[in-house]
């Protein structure tokens, strides 16, 4: 089985489960026998209203017919099957059940990263109750004042005939220790039910809800160009609506260096290359970057991908594009320049790669990383990566970069963090 089940194949599959023949649904479709016999044997690529009434037809989410589906859903479902190696899986038939039955593969995928954002959750509140400096004094604040009161407790219980000054003094100071200890002892547990009640109503991190909002708008708001405030008001996370916010004033400076139309243009004139378009608007390529990957889908333009992360490799914000998608934990393939670059700021890097397997698409990667804010001689700089991705054009031969340790088939990687688990 190929590495990547393709619309076509897809589709074929879809159709004989069915039962349906050939000729019916391409009647019903509006199309020839012939053509839909090539759109099935992936000679023919669709979209639109064709892969929407084709969709319909097969009675099925147009989403999950899609080329750039299958390894969004792939990824999860091998995750599933690395995360649990007691179970027994038919590893070489992943593929089949994306193709076959891609509404439960579908489910499997959304249920692997409901676990994996759970898991995360969890992890990093054990990580905050073992290393939270609030909630350690609040312990410590609870501990050592009722150790006082037990302490002043067993001098009135063990001294009955003490002076009654003195017990005047024992009391008082009960009194005080009791209210700093209900006082202590409500900042903790408001604190913990705090956590609790996020860990109950959550049901997507806030850069899930970024990306989705987003994906909505093909990752481009023509207001931006206009001048206009984009509207957030639908995002109800105030986290996510603070990251769209930061996102959109970045985007407002880009906008301003670079004007769409003078852009467009010499993006077209330069054949989209990112070192010859920052000279010749004079501005640092991380801006180029990002206003290449977020010009609008009607202008002709090639696809293009962005990832952006920190200094610590976790991604703060990505555009995927067909297979290309960097998991948020930070623990993707360090051959990815985006991650190289991290270790030589400033310098410009570009690479072809691919995910492993032959039928993957291999992407020509811009990546360089840069400091942020303003300079100072008391503080270390803060460093961001940002990688421009786009389907490669030449017939460059491209290295071969994993999704990730724990599910990439690489043998023999010298960048490898632990045994794959596939």
Known sequence: MPDRVLTGTRARNRRLDLGLRQATVAKVVGISGSYLNLIEHNRRRIGGKLLTDLARVLEIDAALLSDDTTDAILLPIKEAAAAFPEAIVEDARAEELVSRFPGWAALVAAQRRRIAQLEERTEALSNRLAHDSQIANSLHEVISTATAIRSTASILAETPDLDREWQARFHTNIDTDSARLAQSSQALLGFLDMEMEAGDTETESAMEQVEAKMAESSFYFAGIDKGEEPDFGDVGDPAAQLILQDWASLARKDAERLPLDAFSQAAHATAHDPARLAARFDVPLDMVFRRLAHLPSDKDHPLMGLAVCDAAGVVTFQKPVLDFRLPRSGAACPLWPLYQALTQPGRAIR??????????????????ATPVGDASFSSEPRVIATMLVRP????????VVGPGCRVCTVKECSSRRHPSLV
């Open 392 to 399: 490669a054009r030449n017939e460059e031969l491209p290295d």
């Open 351 to 368: 690479r072809v790669v691919r995910l492993p397997g032959a039928a993957h698409t291999p992407f020509e990667c811009f990546a360089i």
